[in-house]
């Protein structure tokens, strides 16, 4: 068994069964599976979210590598994405609690606890009329660059996201952000990876799945070259050079996702 608590939380169910009382939660509920929950509480006046995990079973796990995927089993992912981004200096949640029991991977049980990022609204949303209305020049660059070395950085601490869409980076809006003013931190890191160093595969899964969420919002071709310069760190000739198979495959990944996407949103529509 692992078990972390901080405060309040290290107060308040000292002597107590912390799995229990983190099962006794009350609040806003994001998701509701049999596997999993979210949701967001308030404690003492202050907000929080809660993932618990319960245990995927055995039919899941074989699913998953059947499909050659990693399956998710429990909250750990999530804690060791957070301490790994927090040492590397990317922005992200703060973790306040985290516990994790039972030797069945199929039966495990687990939750983690961070503290709510607010105010705050999704790159998502805020880019979302950039298209009718452009936001101004500086303050559109300086959010690329703020982007492009987050994700850089991440993948240099060797994280890999697997949700990296623009959703997941929450711009903080305490004050209105500018050009020279503006707080971003990275959400949602219940499937990222933890290793020495991040597989070219799952970099360029997470570079893919990011390109295609910013499809919509109005990006030129200089503003893409801007990203990867940040990103990479290197004089632009030379990316585009050493990184010519990439730049091929994301172009031809994200007109797939595009195409998965409208399927998928068609499909819906008409309830078939």
């Known amino acids: 068994m692992r078990l972390v608590l901080h405060e309040p939380f290290k107060r308040l169910w000292a002597g107590r069964d912390a799995f229990a009382e983190v099962e006794q939660l009350q609040g806003e509920v994001f998701r509701e599976l049999e596997a999993r929950r979210t949701l967001r509480t308030e404690v003492e006046g202050r907000g929080y979210f809660v993932k ?24 750990d992912q999530e804690w060791d994405a957070i301490a790994a981004l927090a ?6 949640m703060t973790a306040v609690a985290f516990g994790e029991r039972g030797a069945n991977p199929a039966a ?46 991440m993948h240099r601490a060797g994280v890999n996201h ?13 004050t209105p952000p500018t050009a020279d003013n503006l707080r971003l931190s990275l959400i949602d890191l219940h499937r990222a990876q933890v290793r020495p160093s991040v597989p070219r595969r799952w970099r ?36 585009l050079a050493e990184e010519a198979a990439l730049l091929t495959m994301l172009e031809r990944k994200a007109a797939r996702l595009q195409e998965r996407f409208e ?5 819906d529509a008409t309830g078939a």
């Open 263 to 267: 399927r998928k949103y068609a499909k």
């Open 108 to 153: 495990r049980h687990s939750f983690i606890i961070t503290e709510e990022l607010a105010p705050t609204i999704s790159l998502e949303d805020f880019t979302r009329d950039w298209r009718a209305l452009p936001p101004p020049a500086a303050l559109k660059h300086a959010l690329i660059r703020r982007v492009a070395e987050m994700t850089g950085r």
């Open 87 to 92: 040492a590397a200096g990317v922005p992200t």
């Open 204 to 239: 360029d899964k997470d570079l893919a799945g990011l390109y295609f969420s910013a499809l919509d919002i109005g990006l030129t071709r200089r503003d893409r070259l801007r990203f990867l310069k940040h990103y990479f760190q290197r004089p632009l000739r030379r990316i």
């Open 52 to 75: 618990i995990h319960r245990g995927v079973g055995w039919g899941e796990i074989l699913k998953n590598w059947v499909t050659l995927k990693k399956p998710v089993l429990g909250a």
């Open 162 to 174: 697997r949700d990296c869409y623009i959703c997941h980076f929450l711009l903080h809006t305490d």
